[in-house]
């Protein structure tokens, strides 16, 4: 009986060992990066999508696409909110061979920044020196006379509109 309350008790101080490492590391993760916590999508954004490209500028305008969006990715890009703290302290204010080596190291990983944007959001690179990234907004269109819930995917400052997703590959394929 003292045995097994011994290899009980064992059992219980490893795995809570095992749990409070696995969290530091996560944290000292978010130190390293700057990142200050995941970043939540608007639930009207999440789902499975569908799209063709639509811009004048677009080569294959018939290869239908998709795209997921989780609470917290964007195609199994990881989202997170950067620490305007650590990046002032850390990327802004330091000199460009610090800048670049905290941009190369960053690259590695699957991380990108995200913020809300109208009632959608926007996913840029972690280091963002230069662009605006990829709007993620959800709209209303009309396909074949009906109003269908949709998502505009834009890039630019003006939000130029790439392509409008739909939740069904029919009205993607249908969407003029």
Request: hydrophobic share 40%; charged share 25%.
């Amino acid at each position: 009986m003292r045995k097994r309350y011994l290899f009980l008790m064992s059992l219980v101080a490893f795995v809570s060992i095992f749990f409070v490492g696995m969290q530091s590391q996560n944290v000292y993760a978010a130190s390293q990066y700057g990142i200050a916590r995941k970043y939540t999508t608007p639930k009207a954004t999440r789902g499975t999508w569908y799209y063709r490209e639509t811009d004048k500028f677009s080569s294959d305008k018939k290869t239908i696409y998709t795209l997921k969006i989780t609470a917290h990715t964007a195609n199994k890009d990881k989202l997170y909110v950067p620490s305007q703290k650590f990046f002032k302290e850390n990327v802004y204010n330091v000199s460009s061979k610090k800048r670049n080596a905290f941009i190369k190291k960053v690259m590695k990983k699957n991380i990108y920044a995200a913020y809300n944007f109208k009632k959608g959001f926007n996913v840029n690179n972690w280091v963002n020196l230069a662009g605006d990234g990829v709007y993620y907004i959800p709209v209303t269109r009309t396909v074949k006379g009906k109003k269908v819930k949709a998502l505009k995917i834009a890039t630019g400052a003006d939000q130029h509109a790439s392509a409008y997703a739909f939740k069904t590959k029919a009205l993607a394929k249908a969407a003029k």
